[in-house]
Protein backbone atom coordinates (compact mmCIF):
# COMPACT_ATOMS: atom_id res chain seq x y z
CA UNK A 1 0.00 0.00 0.00
CA UNK A 2 1.41 2.80 -1.00
CA UNK A 3 1.27 6.78 0.91
CA UNK A 4 -1.05 7.86 -1.64
CA UNK A 5 -3.76 5.05 -1.60
CA UNK A 6 -7.03 6.17 -0.05
CA UNK A 7 -8.26 3.56 2.98
CA UNK A 8 -11.86 4.13 1.83
CA UNK A 9 -13.06 4.78 -2.31
CA UNK A 10 -16.33 4.94 -3.10
CA UNK A 11 -17.31 5.50 -6.77
CA UNK A 12 -20.95 5.65 -7.52
CA UNK A 13 -22.24 3.37 -5.14
CA UNK A 14 -25.95 2.64 -5.33
CA UNK A 15 -28.00 0.00 -3.05
CA UNK A 16 -31.62 -1.72 -3.54
CA UNK A 17 -32.91 -3.68 -1.28
CA UNK A 18 -36.48 -5.26 -0.91
CA UNK A 19 -38.33 -4.49 2.38
CA UNK A 20 -41.53 -6.49 2.21
CA UNK A 21 -41.95 -6.19 -1.18
CA UNK A 22 -41.58 -2.91 -1.91
CA UNK A 23 -37.98 -1.43 -3.29
CA UNK A 24 -36.27 0.63 -1.33
CA UNK A 25 -33.93 2.75 -2.88
CA UNK A 26 -30.98 3.49 0.15
CA UNK A 27 -27.96 4.68 -1.86
CA UNK A 28 -28.66 6.85 -5.16
CA UNK A 29 -24.30 7.36 -6.24
CA UNK A 30 -22.12 7.93 -3.25
CA UNK A 31 -18.86 8.75 -4.12
CA UNK A 32 -16.24 9.19 -1.16
CA UNK A 33 -12.93 8.95 -0.52
CA UNK A 34 -10.87 8.85 2.77
CA UNK A 35 -7.46 9.27 3.11
CA UNK A 36 -5.20 7.33 5.63
CA UNK A 37 -5.46 8.86 9.20
CA UNK A 38 -8.23 10.71 8.33
CA UNK A 39 -11.09 11.69 11.01
CA UNK A 40 -14.31 11.68 9.43
CA UNK A 41 -17.80 11.67 10.59
CA UNK A 42 -21.12 10.87 8.60
CA UNK A 43 -23.83 12.51 9.75
CA UNK A 44 -27.57 12.19 8.51
CA UNK A 45 -31.47 11.55 10.11
CA UNK A 46 -32.17 7.53 10.55
CA UNK A 47 -33.70 6.66 7.39
CA UNK A 48 -30.83 8.95 5.71
CA UNK A 49 -28.93 5.81 4.46
CA UNK A 50 -26.45 5.73 6.86
CA UNK A 51 -26.63 2.96 8.10
CA UNK A 52 -26.71 0.94 4.80
CA UNK A 53 -23.48 3.15 3.73
CA UNK A 54 -21.99 2.15 7.27
CA UNK A 55 -22.74 -1.71 6.53
CA UNK A 56 -21.36 -1.38 2.98
CA UNK A 57 -17.90 0.78 4.54
CA UNK A 58 -17.58 -2.76 6.81
CA UNK A 59 -18.07 -4.95 4.27
CA UNK A 60 -20.86 -6.72 5.85
CA UNK A 61 -22.50 -5.86 2.68
CA UNK A 62 -21.93 -5.39 -0.84
CA UNK A 63 -22.82 -2.07 -3.52
CA UNK A 64 -26.02 -2.88 -5.89
CA UNK A 65 -24.14 -0.71 -8.49
CA UNK A 66 -20.65 1.23 -8.49
CA UNK A 67 -17.35 0.36 -6.73
CA UNK A 68 -15.54 0.15 -3.21
CA UNK A 69 -12.04 0.10 -2.89
CA UNK A 70 -11.18 -0.64 0.81
CA UNK A 71 -6.71 0.09 0.67
CA UNK A 72 -7.01 -0.59 -3.13
CA UNK A 73 -8.90 -3.59 -2.81
CA UNK A 74 -12.21 -3.85 -4.95
CA UNK A 75 -14.36 -5.86 -2.80
CA UNK A 76 -17.29 -5.65 -5.01
CA UNK A 77 -16.84 -8.85 -6.47
CA UNK A 78 -15.56 -10.97 -3.42
CA UNK A 79 -17.18 -13.79 -2.30
CA UNK A 80 -18.55 -14.14 1.46
CA UNK A 81 -15.28 -15.79 3.27
CA UNK A 82 -13.25 -12.79 1.55
CA UNK A 83 -15.58 -10.32 2.75
CA UNK A 84 -15.11 -12.13 6.38
CA UNK A 85 -11.45 -12.18 5.91
CA UNK A 86 -11.45 -8.25 5.22
CA UNK A 87 -13.69 -7.78 8.44
CA UNK A 88 -11.14 -9.86 10.57
CA UNK A 89 -8.35 -7.76 9.49
CA UNK A 90 -8.42 -4.26 7.74
CA UNK A 91 -11.78 -3.01 9.55
CA UNK A 92 -12.75 -2.55 13.41
CA UNK A 93 -16.18 -2.09 14.38
CA UNK A 94 -17.42 -0.31 17.70
CA UNK A 95 -20.88 -0.45 17.76
CA UNK A 96 -24.02 1.81 19.69
CA UNK A 97 -25.12 -0.87 21.84
CA UNK A 98 -21.39 -2.49 21.99
CA UNK A 99 -22.33 -5.88 21.31
CA UNK A 100 -20.18 -7.92 23.88
CA UNK A 101 -20.53 -11.75 23.84
CA UNK A 102 -22.84 -11.71 27.27
CA UNK A 103 -20.74 -13.92 30.38
CA UNK A 104 -17.42 -13.94 28.61
CA UNK A 105 -14.77 -12.17 30.05
CA UNK A 106 -13.15 -8.81 28.70
CA UNK A 107 -10.23 -10.80 27.58
CA UNK A 108 -11.98 -13.83 25.70
CA UNK A 109 -14.08 -10.89 23.92
CA UNK A 110 -11.37 -8.82 22.55
CA UNK A 111 -9.64 -12.35 21.49
CA UNK A 112 -12.06 -13.46 19.68
CA UNK A 113 -11.06 -11.98 15.98
CA UNK A 114 -8.03 -12.97 16.35
CA UNK A 115 -9.19 -16.52 16.92
CA UNK A 116 -11.18 -16.19 13.63
CA UNK A 117 -7.45 -15.08 12.21
CA UNK A 118 -5.81 -18.28 13.29
CA UNK A 119 -3.86 -16.52 15.68
CA UNK A 120 -2.88 -19.63 18.68
CA UNK A 121 -4.01 -19.01 22.22
CA UNK A 122 -1.09 -17.80 24.03
CA UNK A 123 -0.45 -14.71 21.85
CA UNK A 124 -4.44 -13.89 21.11
CA UNK A 125 -3.80 -14.18 25.26
CA UNK A 126 -1.29 -11.91 24.99
CA UNK A 127 -2.64 -9.56 22.42
CA UNK A 128 -5.69 -9.09 24.42
CA UNK A 129 -4.68 -8.30 27.37
CA UNK A 130 -1.74 -5.63 25.86
CA UNK A 131 -4.88 -4.02 23.89
CA UNK A 132 -7.20 -4.15 27.33
CA UNK A 133 -4.34 -2.07 29.38
CA UNK A 134 -4.05 0.54 26.68
CA UNK A 135 -7.79 1.21 26.75
CA UNK A 136 -7.09 1.44 30.87
CA UNK A 137 -8.57 -1.84 31.84
CA UNK A 138 -5.90 -3.35 33.22
CA UNK A 139 -7.59 -4.67 36.45
CA UNK A 140 -11.04 -5.84 34.43
CA UNK A 141 -9.36 -8.58 32.25
CA UNK A 142 -11.51 -11.00 33.89
CA UNK A 143 -14.82 -9.22 34.04
CA UNK A 144 -17.99 -10.34 32.37
CA UNK A 145 -20.01 -7.10 30.84
CA UNK A 146 -22.39 -7.16 32.82
CA UNK A 147 -20.11 -6.51 35.71
CA UNK A 148 -18.84 -3.43 33.50
CA UNK A 149 -19.95 0.31 33.17
CA UNK A 150 -21.22 1.37 29.75
CA UNK A 151 -17.96 3.23 29.21
CA UNK A 152 -15.75 0.21 30.22
CA UNK A 153 -18.05 -2.02 27.93
CA UNK A 154 -17.28 0.46 25.30
CA UNK A 155 -13.82 0.44 25.66
CA UNK A 156 -13.97 -3.35 25.58
CA UNK A 157 -15.61 -3.54 22.39
CA UNK A 158 -12.73 -0.70 21.17
CA UNK A 159 -9.77 -3.05 21.99
CA UNK A 160 -11.52 -5.74 20.48
CA UNK A 161 -11.91 -3.77 17.49
CA UNK A 162 -8.45 -2.76 17.49
CA UNK A 163 -6.74 -6.09 18.42
CA UNK A 164 -5.96 -7.07 14.90
CA UNK A 165 -4.66 -3.36 13.88
CA UNK A 166 -7.09 -2.61 11.19
CA UNK A 167 -6.57 -0.28 8.53
CA UNK A 168 -10.16 1.67 9.74
CA UNK A 169 -11.85 1.74 12.49
CA UNK A 170 -16.03 1.91 11.59
CA UNK A 171 -17.74 3.52 14.73
CA UNK A 172 -21.61 3.36 14.34
CA UNK A 173 -23.42 5.96 17.00
CA UNK A 174 -20.48 4.76 19.74
CA UNK A 175 -22.04 6.96 22.57
CA UNK A 176 -25.70 6.77 21.75
CA UNK A 177 -25.80 4.66 24.71
CA UNK A 178 -23.45 6.57 27.31
CA UNK A 179 -24.32 9.73 28.95
CA UNK A 180 -22.21 12.48 28.29
CA UNK A 181 -19.18 12.53 30.52
CA UNK A 182 -18.19 9.19 29.72
CA UNK A 183 -19.38 9.87 25.84
CA UNK A 184 -16.54 12.71 26.27
CA UNK A 185 -14.13 10.13 27.32
CA UNK A 186 -14.61 8.11 24.31
CA UNK A 187 -14.36 10.62 22.12
CA UNK A 188 -11.06 11.47 23.49
CA UNK A 189 -10.18 8.05 23.53
CA UNK A 190 -10.61 8.46 19.55
CA UNK A 191 -9.15 11.55 18.67
CA UNK A 192 -5.68 10.59 20.60
CA UNK A 193 -5.86 6.74 18.70
CA UNK A 194 -6.19 9.06 15.33
CA UNK A 195 -3.57 11.80 15.93
CA UNK A 196 -1.28 9.69 17.90
CA UNK A 197 -1.50 6.26 15.95
CA UNK A 198 -2.82 7.54 13.04
CA UNK A 199 -6.07 5.16 13.07
CA UNK A 200 -8.09 5.60 10.13
CA UNK A 201 -12.01 6.54 11.89
CA UNK A 202 -15.27 6.48 10.16
CA UNK A 203 -17.73 7.74 12.74
CA UNK A 204 -21.63 7.85 12.02
CA UNK A 205 -23.95 9.77 14.14
CA UNK A 206 -26.51 11.94 14.29
CA UNK A 207 -25.72 14.28 16.56
CA UNK A 208 -23.76 17.08 15.71
CA UNK A 209 -21.54 17.76 18.60
CA UNK A 210 -20.15 14.55 18.45
CA UNK A 211 -19.57 14.92 15.02
CA UNK A 212 -17.73 17.61 15.61
CA UNK A 213 -14.66 15.90 17.35
CA UNK A 214 -14.02 14.77 13.67
CA UNK A 215 -11.68 16.36 10.98
CA UNK A 216 -14.59 16.54 8.41
CA UNK A 217 -17.89 15.88 8.28
CA UNK A 218 -20.32 14.62 5.58
CA UNK A 219 -24.05 14.88 5.72
CA UNK A 220 -26.37 12.00 4.37
CA UNK A 221 -29.29 12.84 2.49
CA UNK A 222 -32.23 10.72 1.09
CA UNK A 223 -29.30 8.17 -0.01
CA UNK A 224 -26.16 10.82 -1.20
CA UNK A 225 -23.89 12.73 0.51
CA UNK A 226 -24.04 16.51 1.07
CA UNK A 227 -20.22 17.76 1.24
CA UNK B 1 -10.13 -21.26 12.98
CA UNK B 2 -7.46 -24.06 14.93
CA UNK B 3 -9.63 -27.35 15.90
CA UNK B 4 -8.56 -27.05 19.60
CA UNK B 5 -10.01 -23.29 19.64
CA UNK B 6 -12.72 -24.38 17.79
CA UNK B 7 -13.67 -27.42 20.34
CA UNK B 8 -12.78 -24.88 23.08
CA UNK B 9 -15.26 -22.63 21.98
CA UNK B 10 -18.25 -25.65 21.54
CA UNK B 11 -17.26 -27.00 25.61
CA UNK B 12 -17.74 -23.26 26.67
CA UNK B 13 -20.87 -22.32 25.19
CA UNK B 14 -22.52 -25.61 26.67
CA UNK B 15 -20.55 -25.11 30.05
CA UNK B 16 -22.37 -21.76 30.33
CA UNK B 17 -25.70 -23.53 30.13
CA UNK B 18 -24.69 -26.73 32.09
CA UNK B 19 -28.21 -27.91 33.13
CA UNK B 20 -29.75 -27.75 29.79
CA UNK B 21 -26.13 -29.12 28.12
CA UNK B 22 -26.64 -32.11 31.01
CA UNK B 23 -30.53 -32.72 29.84
CA UNK B 24 -29.97 -32.94 26.40
CA UNK B 25 -26.98 -35.35 26.70
CA UNK B 26 -29.15 -37.20 29.04
CA UNK B 27 -31.41 -38.41 25.63
CA UNK B 28 -28.43 -39.49 24.04
CA UNK B 29 -26.84 -41.25 27.87
CA UNK B 30 -30.39 -43.11 27.88
CA UNK B 31 -30.50 -44.35 24.39
CA UNK B 32 -26.38 -45.51 24.20
CA UNK B 33 -26.99 -47.01 27.38
CA UNK B 34 -30.43 -48.85 27.03
CA UNK B 35 -29.07 -49.83 23.43
CA UNK B 36 -25.87 -51.70 24.81
CA UNK B 37 -28.00 -52.97 28.14
CA UNK B 38 -30.65 -54.82 25.98
CA UNK B 39 -28.03 -55.88 23.28
CA UNK B 40 -26.36 -57.67 26.44
CA UNK B 41 -29.57 -59.34 27.44
CA UNK B 42 -30.44 -60.44 24.38
CA UNK B 43 -26.75 -61.63 23.26
CA UNK B 44 -27.35 -63.47 26.85
CA UNK B 45 -30.09 -65.06 26.12
CA UNK B 46 -29.44 -66.58 22.40
CA UNK B 47 -25.99 -67.66 23.99
CA UNK B 48 -28.19 -69.51 27.11
CA UNK B 49 -29.95 -71.23 24.02
CA UNK B 50 -27.05 -72.15 21.99
CA UNK B 51 -25.53 -73.45 25.17
CA UNK B 52 -28.71 -75.92 26.01
CA UNK B 53 -28.89 -77.29 23.07
CA UNK B 54 -25.87 -78.13 22.42
CA UNK B 55 -26.36 -79.69 26.07
CA UNK B 56 -29.18 -81.47 24.56
CA UNK B 57 -27.26 -82.50 21.85
CA UNK B 58 -29.24 -80.55 18.97
CA UNK B 59 -28.61 -83.20 16.20
CA UNK B 60 -30.47 -85.71 18.21
CA UNK B 61 -33.72 -87.45 17.39
CA UNK B 62 -35.85 -89.00 19.85
CA UNK B 63 -38.13 -91.63 20.39
CA UNK B 64 -41.06 -92.50 22.55
CA UNK B 65 -43.14 -95.06 22.35
CA UNK B 66 -46.95 -93.89 21.71
CA UNK B 67 -50.19 -94.10 23.34
CA UNK B 68 -52.37 -97.28 23.53
CA UNK B 69 -55.72 -98.11 23.08
CA UNK B 70 -57.16 -100.83 25.59
CA UNK B 71 -60.72 -101.33 25.63
CA UNK B 72 -61.46 -98.15 24.05
CA UNK B 73 -59.13 -96.29 27.01
CA UNK B 74 -56.47 -94.33 24.70
CA UNK B 75 -53.38 -93.61 27.51
CA UNK B 76 -50.79 -91.05 26.79
CA UNK B 77 -47.77 -91.29 25.41
CA UNK B 78 -45.02 -93.65 26.43
CA UNK B 79 -47.91 -95.78 28.37
CA UNK B 80 -46.83 -98.32 25.31
CA UNK B 81 -44.41 -100.82 25.43
CA UNK B 82 -44.35 -101.08 21.40
CA UNK B 83 -40.24 -99.89 21.59
CA UNK B 84 -37.66 -102.52 22.46
CA UNK B 85 -33.59 -102.84 22.64
CA UNK B 86 -33.79 -104.43 19.31
CA UNK B 87 -35.55 -101.40 17.18
CA UNK B 88 -32.23 -99.56 18.82
CA UNK B 89 -30.17 -101.63 17.45
CA UNK B 90 -31.89 -101.70 14.06
CA UNK B 91 -31.82 -97.67 14.30
CA UNK B 92 -28.07 -97.95 14.63
CA UNK B 93 -27.32 -99.79 11.27
CA UNK B 94 -29.51 -96.87 9.62
CA UNK B 95 -27.02 -94.46 7.34
CA UNK B 96 -25.88 -90.95 8.99
CA UNK B 97 -26.88 -92.61 12.94
CA UNK B 98 -23.82 -91.70 15.25
CA UNK B 99 -25.27 -93.22 18.12
CA UNK B 100 -28.23 -94.69 19.61
CA UNK B 101 -29.02 -94.62 23.24
CA UNK B 102 -31.95 -96.63 24.70
CA UNK B 103 -33.40 -95.99 27.95
CA UNK B 104 -35.44 -96.52 30.65
CA UNK B 105 -36.18 -94.85 34.06
CA UNK B 106 -37.67 -95.78 37.67
CA UNK B 107 -37.35 -94.20 40.81
CA UNK B 108 -35.38 -95.88 43.53
CA UNK B 109 -34.30 -95.00 46.86
CA UNK B 110 -30.24 -95.63 47.29
CA UNK B 111 -28.59 -96.39 50.46
CA UNK B 112 -25.34 -96.11 51.35
CA UNK B 113 -24.30 -97.04 55.10
CA UNK B 114 -26.15 -94.71 57.33
CA UNK B 115 -27.80 -92.55 54.74
CA UNK B 116 -30.41 -92.65 51.92
CA UNK B 117 -31.01 -90.32 48.78
CA UNK B 118 -34.29 -90.60 46.71
CA UNK B 119 -33.18 -90.17 43.56
CA UNK B 120 -33.81 -91.26 39.62
CA UNK B 121 -32.34 -94.65 38.51
CA UNK B 122 -31.88 -94.69 34.60
CA UNK B 123 -31.24 -98.04 32.82
CA UNK B 124 -28.77 -97.09 29.80
CA UNK B 125 -26.01 -98.41 27.34
CA UNK B 126 -22.26 -96.67 26.60
CA UNK B 127 -24.19 -94.87 23.82
CA UNK B 128 -25.58 -92.51 26.67
CA UNK B 129 -22.93 -90.23 27.24
CA UNK B 130 -22.49 -89.55 23.25
CA UNK B 131 -26.00 -88.36 22.86
CA UNK B 132 -26.34 -86.54 25.79
CA UNK B 133 -22.81 -85.10 25.55
CA UNK B 134 -21.83 -86.01 29.33
CA UNK B 135 -18.50 -87.13 30.29
CA UNK B 136 -16.98 -89.00 33.63
CA UNK B 137 -15.40 -86.95 36.36
CA UNK B 138 -14.07 -90.04 37.55
CA UNK B 139 -13.76 -93.65 37.65
CA UNK B 140 -15.02 -95.74 34.46
CA UNK B 141 -18.51 -96.17 32.72
CA UNK B 142 -20.14 -99.86 31.98
CA UNK B 143 -18.94 -101.65 28.94
CA UNK B 144 -21.57 -102.81 26.34
CA UNK B 145 -20.21 -106.40 27.86
CA UNK B 146 -21.40 -105.20 30.84
CA UNK B 147 -25.22 -104.35 30.02
CA UNK B 148 -24.91 -107.82 28.14
CA UNK B 149 -24.35 -109.23 31.35
CA UNK B 150 -26.59 -106.98 33.36
CA UNK B 151 -23.92 -106.41 35.95
CA UNK B 152 -24.87 -105.14 39.08
CA UNK B 153 -22.74 -101.44 38.65
CA UNK B 154 -23.66 -97.70 38.82
CA UNK B 155 -22.24 -94.63 37.82
CA UNK B 156 -23.50 -91.33 40.03
CA UNK B 157 -24.33 -87.91 38.95
CA UNK B 158 -22.68 -85.66 41.27
CA UNK B 159 -25.49 -84.31 43.43
CA UNK B 160 -26.08 -88.09 44.48
CA UNK B 161 -22.68 -88.02 45.73
CA UNK B 162 -22.81 -85.18 47.44
CA UNK B 163 -25.77 -86.27 48.83
CA UNK B 164 -24.83 -89.84 49.83
CA UNK B 165 -21.38 -89.92 50.02
CA UNK B 166 -20.20 -86.12 51.29
CA UNK B 167 -16.78 -86.19 50.55
CA UNK B 168 -15.65 -89.71 50.69
CA UNK B 169 -14.82 -90.86 47.29
CA UNK B 170 -17.61 -92.91 45.74
CA UNK B 171 -15.27 -95.50 43.24
CA UNK B 172 -15.53 -98.98 44.29
CA UNK B 173 -18.25 -98.28 47.48
CA UNK B 174 -21.45 -100.26 46.84
CA UNK B 175 -24.54 -98.55 47.31
CA UNK B 176 -28.32 -100.21 47.98
CA UNK B 177 -30.33 -99.64 45.41
CA UNK B 178 -34.06 -101.57 45.41
CA UNK B 179 -32.60 -104.20 47.84
CA UNK B 180 -29.65 -104.81 45.22
CA UNK B 181 -26.22 -104.27 46.02
CA UNK B 182 -24.27 -102.38 43.20
CA UNK B 183 -20.42 -101.42 42.92
CA UNK B 184 -20.02 -97.61 42.14
CA UNK B 185 -17.73 -97.94 39.07
CA UNK B 186 -17.82 -93.87 38.21
CA UNK B 187 -18.93 -90.46 38.59
CA UNK B 188 -20.89 -88.21 36.17
CA UNK B 189 -19.59 -84.56 35.29
CA UNK B 190 -21.26 -82.26 36.62
CA UNK B 191 -24.34 -81.05 34.51
CA UNK B 192 -26.47 -78.27 35.77
CA UNK B 193 -30.14 -77.27 35.62
CA UNK B 194 -31.85 -78.85 32.57
CA UNK B 195 -34.11 -76.66 30.51
CA UNK B 196 -36.87 -76.96 32.63
CA UNK B 197 -34.89 -76.08 36.00
CA UNK B 198 -34.33 -80.08 36.91
CA UNK B 199 -31.24 -81.07 38.54
CA UNK B 200 -29.54 -83.46 35.79
CA UNK B 201 -27.12 -84.21 38.48
CA UNK B 202 -29.58 -85.99 40.48
CA UNK B 203 -29.09 -89.16 38.80
CA UNK B 204 -27.80 -92.93 38.73
CA UNK B 205 -26.84 -94.54 35.79
CA UNK B 206 -26.94 -98.13 35.95
CA UNK B 207 -26.67 -101.24 32.49
CA UNK B 208 -30.20 -100.96 30.51
CA UNK B 209 -30.16 -104.75 31.12
CA UNK B 210 -29.79 -104.60 34.96
CA UNK B 211 -32.39 -101.93 35.59
CA UNK B 212 -35.12 -103.54 32.93
CA UNK B 213 -35.22 -106.90 34.68
CA UNK B 214 -33.84 -106.59 38.18
CA UNK B 215 -35.34 -103.23 38.81
CA UNK B 216 -38.48 -102.79 36.89
CA UNK B 217 -38.93 -106.60 35.41
CA UNK B 218 -39.63 -105.22 31.90
CA UNK B 219 -38.60 -105.88 28.38
CA UNK B 220 -39.42 -102.72 26.84
CA UNK B 221 -37.33 -99.33 26.37
CA UNK B 222 -38.95 -95.94 27.40
CA UNK B 223 -37.23 -93.97 25.30
CA UNK B 224 -34.36 -94.09 22.37
CA UNK B 225 -32.31 -91.14 21.98
CA UNK B 226 -30.40 -91.27 18.58
CA UNK B 227 -27.28 -88.67 17.96
CA UNK B 228 -27.06 -88.22 13.45
CA UNK B 229 -24.08 -86.99 11.83
CA UNK B 230 -25.64 -83.75 11.05
CA UNK B 231 -29.20 -81.66 10.76
CA UNK B 232 -29.56 -83.40 7.30
CA UNK B 233 -28.77 -86.33 8.29
CA UNK B 234 -30.85 -85.89 11.44
CA UNK B 235 -33.69 -84.90 8.99
CA UNK B 236 -32.98 -88.15 6.67
CA UNK B 237 -33.22 -90.29 9.72
CA UNK B 238 -36.37 -88.74 11.01
CA UNK B 239 -38.10 -90.70 7.71
CA UNK B 240 -35.89 -93.90 7.98
CA UNK B 241 -36.56 -94.74 11.47
CA UNK B 242 -40.42 -93.86 10.65
CA UNK B 243 -40.66 -96.32 8.15
CA UNK B 244 -37.99 -99.15 9.81
CA UNK B 245 -40.27 -99.22 12.82
CA UNK B 246 -43.47 -99.44 11.10
CA UNK B 247 -42.02 -102.56 9.49
CA UNK B 248 -40.92 -103.85 12.43
CA UNK B 249 -44.02 -103.76 14.34
CA UNK B 250 -45.94 -104.66 11.83
CA UNK B 251 -47.94 -101.71 11.30
CA UNK B 252 -51.03 -101.90 8.49
CA UNK B 253 -51.07 -99.12 5.82
CA UNK B 254 -52.98 -96.37 7.42
CA UNK B 255 -52.65 -97.38 11.00
CA UNK B 256 -51.24 -95.11 13.25
CA UNK B 257 -47.41 -95.38 14.69
CA UNK B 258 -46.76 -96.86 18.32
CA UNK B 259 -44.13 -94.81 18.63
CA UNK B 260 -43.20 -90.76 18.55
CA UNK B 261 -40.57 -89.65 17.12
CA UNK B 262 -39.38 -85.99 17.88
CA UNK B 263 -36.44 -83.78 15.78
CA UNK B 264 -34.48 -82.01 18.40
CA UNK B 265 -32.99 -80.09 15.29
CA UNK B 266 -36.16 -78.75 14.14
CA UNK B 267 -36.47 -77.47 17.96
CA UNK B 268 -32.99 -76.00 18.28
CA UNK B 269 -33.37 -74.11 15.22
CA UNK B 270 -36.55 -72.44 15.84
CA UNK B 271 -35.57 -71.99 18.92
CA UNK B 272 -32.38 -69.81 18.10
CA UNK B 273 -34.07 -68.24 15.68
CA UNK B 274 -37.04 -67.00 18.42
CA UNK B 275 -34.00 -66.28 20.67
CA UNK B 276 -32.26 -63.90 18.07
CA UNK B 277 -35.96 -62.28 16.85
CA UNK B 278 -35.96 -61.26 20.52
CA UNK B 279 -32.59 -59.87 20.52
CA UNK B 280 -33.08 -57.75 17.76
CA UNK B 281 -36.50 -56.73 19.17
CA UNK B 282 -34.61 -55.36 22.24
CA UNK B 283 -31.97 -53.64 20.21
CA UNK B 284 -34.79 -51.90 17.83
CA UNK B 285 -36.63 -50.54 21.11
CA UNK B 286 -33.78 -49.50 22.37
CA UNK B 287 -32.31 -47.76 19.48
CA UNK B 288 -35.58 -45.82 18.93
CA UNK B 289 -34.95 -44.09 22.30
CA UNK B 290 -31.91 -43.11 20.91
CA UNK B 291 -33.38 -41.54 17.67
CA UNK B 292 -35.33 -39.21 20.68
CA UNK B 293 -32.11 -38.16 22.04
CA UNK B 294 -31.17 -37.27 18.65
CA UNK B 295 -34.23 -35.04 18.27
CA UNK B 296 -33.72 -33.53 21.34
CA UNK B 297 -29.99 -32.72 20.32
CA UNK B 298 -32.09 -30.57 17.39
CA UNK B 299 -34.62 -29.29 19.26
CA UNK B 300 -31.96 -27.78 21.71
CA UNK B 301 -29.43 -26.62 18.99
CA UNK B 302 -32.22 -24.90 16.82
CA UNK B 303 -33.77 -23.01 20.09
CA UNK B 304 -29.51 -22.48 21.05
CA UNK B 305 -29.34 -20.84 17.42
CA UNK B 306 -32.34 -18.61 17.72
CA UNK B 307 -31.14 -17.40 20.66
CA UNK B 308 -27.70 -16.62 19.72
CA UNK B 309 -28.59 -14.83 16.45
CA UNK B 310 -26.62 -11.50 17.32
CA UNK B 311 -24.04 -13.49 19.17
CA UNK B 312 -23.45 -15.09 15.48
CA UNK B 313 -24.00 -11.78 13.43
CA UNK B 314 -21.31 -10.15 16.34
CA UNK B 315 -19.22 -13.46 15.18
CA UNK B 316 -19.71 -12.52 11.63
CA UNK B 317 -19.15 -8.72 12.03
CA UNK B 318 -15.39 -9.53 13.25
CA UNK B 319 -14.30 -12.15 11.13
CA UNK B 320 -16.10 -15.68 11.12
CA UNK B 321 -16.34 -17.09 7.61
CA UNK B 322 -19.68 -19.32 7.29
CA UNK B 323 -18.31 -22.36 7.88
CA UNK B 324 -16.63 -21.37 11.20
CA UNK B 325 -20.17 -21.08 12.37
CA UNK B 326 -21.30 -24.01 10.51
CA UNK B 327 -18.40 -25.77 12.95
CA UNK B 328 -19.26 -23.81 15.46
CA UNK B 329 -22.95 -25.14 16.17
CA UNK B 330 -22.01 -28.90 14.71
CA UNK B 331 -19.14 -29.30 17.21
CA UNK B 332 -21.39 -27.92 20.19
CA UNK B 333 -23.88 -31.16 18.83
CA UNK B 334 -21.31 -33.63 18.45
CA UNK B 335 -19.54 -32.75 21.99
CA UNK B 336 -23.30 -33.31 23.49
CA UNK B 337 -23.93 -36.59 21.55
CA UNK B 338 -20.08 -37.60 22.29
CA UNK B 339 -20.30 -37.16 25.91
CA UNK B 340 -23.46 -38.55 26.03
CA UNK B 341 -22.29 -41.74 23.95
CA UNK B 342 -19.48 -41.79 26.59
CA UNK B 343 -21.43 -42.09 29.34
CA UNK B 344 -24.25 -43.61 28.01
CA UNK B 345 -21.39 -46.53 27.16
CA UNK B 346 -20.25 -46.50 30.64
CA UNK B 347 -23.93 -46.69 32.05
CA UNK B 348 -24.61 -49.16 29.88
CA UNK B 349 -22.32 -51.31 30.76
CA UNK B 350 -22.95 -50.68 34.39
CA UNK B 351 -26.58 -51.48 33.90
CA UNK B 352 -26.06 -55.02 31.70
CA UNK B 353 -23.70 -56.30 34.53
CA UNK B 354 -25.92 -54.74 37.75
CA UNK B 355 -28.44 -56.71 35.72
CA UNK B 356 -26.86 -59.81 35.60
CA UNK B 357 -25.59 -60.02 39.19
CA UNK B 358 -29.47 -59.23 40.66
CA UNK B 359 -31.87 -60.84 38.35
CA UNK B 360 -32.00 -64.14 36.39
CA UNK B 361 -30.96 -62.76 32.98
CA UNK B 362 -27.93 -63.95 31.17
CA UNK B 363 -25.60 -60.64 30.27
CA UNK B 364 -23.21 -60.77 27.82
CA UNK B 365 -22.06 -57.46 26.67
CA UNK B 366 -21.04 -57.43 23.19
CA UNK B 367 -17.89 -55.21 22.24
CA UNK B 368 -20.04 -54.70 18.87
CA UNK B 369 -22.85 -53.46 20.75
CA UNK B 370 -20.50 -51.15 22.22
CA UNK B 371 -19.23 -49.68 19.51
CA UNK B 372 -22.57 -50.12 17.57
CA UNK B 373 -24.42 -47.43 20.02
CA UNK B 374 -21.73 -45.08 19.98
CA UNK B 375 -20.74 -44.70 16.49
CA UNK B 376 -24.63 -44.20 16.19
CA UNK B 377 -24.89 -41.75 18.78
CA UNK B 378 -21.95 -39.63 16.99
CA UNK B 379 -23.71 -40.04 13.61
CA UNK B 380 -27.49 -38.58 15.48
CA UNK B 381 -25.27 -35.68 16.90
CA UNK B 382 -24.14 -34.46 12.82
CA UNK B 383 -27.24 -35.86 11.80
CA UNK B 384 -29.31 -33.85 13.94
CA UNK B 385 -27.10 -31.12 14.29
CA UNK B 386 -26.49 -30.58 10.21
CA UNK B 387 -29.77 -28.78 10.15
CA UNK B 388 -29.53 -26.25 13.06
CA UNK B 389 -25.87 -25.46 12.18
CA UNK B 390 -26.95 -24.95 8.42
CA UNK B 391 -29.71 -22.56 9.16
CA UNK B 392 -27.19 -20.51 12.00
CA UNK B 393 -24.38 -20.34 9.14
CA UNK B 394 -26.74 -19.25 6.85
CA UNK B 395 -27.95 -15.46 8.75
CA UNK B 396 -27.41 -12.62 6.98
CA UNK B 397 -24.40 -10.70 9.20
CA UNK B 398 -26.71 -7.48 8.89
CA UNK B 399 -29.90 -9.76 9.95
CA UNK B 400 -28.43 -11.20 12.69
CA UNK B 401 -26.55 -8.09 14.52
CA UNK B 402 -30.02 -6.05 14.15
CA UNK B 403 -32.13 -9.08 15.77
CA UNK B 404 -32.93 -8.46 19.26
Known sequence: MSATTPVIRLSGVHKTYAQDGVEVHALRGIDLTVAAGEFVAIMGASGSGKSTLMHILGCLDVPGQGDYWLNGQAVRRLDSDALAAIRNREIGFVFQNFNLLART?????????????????????????????????????????????????????????????????????????????TSREILALFAELNQRDGLTIVLITHEPDIAAHAGRQLHMHDGRLEH | MIWTTALQLAVRALWRNKVRALLTALGVIIGVGSVITMLAVGAGAQERIARQLENLGSNNLMLRSGSSLRGGVRTGAGSNTSLTRADAEAIRALPGVLAVSPTVRTGAQALYRGSNWGTIVEGVTPDYL????????????????????????????????????????????????????????????????GNWGNDQDDIILAPLTTVQRKFMGISHVDRIEVQAAGKAAAASAYKEIQRLLRARHRLQEGQANDFRIYNRAELASSAEESASVFAWLLGSIASVSLLVGGIGIMNIMLVSVTERTREIGIRMALGARRRDILWQFLLEALVLSGIGGLVGVALGIAAALLLGSFSEFEIRIVPWSVALAFSFAAMIGVFFGLHPARKASSLQPIEALRYE
Not at chain 1, 159 to 174: G, H, K, N, S
Not at chain 2, 164 to 188: M, N, Q
Request: one cysteine or more.
Open chain 2, 130 to 193: KTRSWGLESGEFFSERQVAAAVDVCVLGRTVVRELFGLVDPVGEIVILKGLACRVIGVLSEKGA
Open chain 1, 105 to 181: SAVDNVEMPLVYAGVDKAERQRRARAELERMGLGERLAHHPSQLSGGQQQRVALARALVTRPALLLADEPTGNLDSA
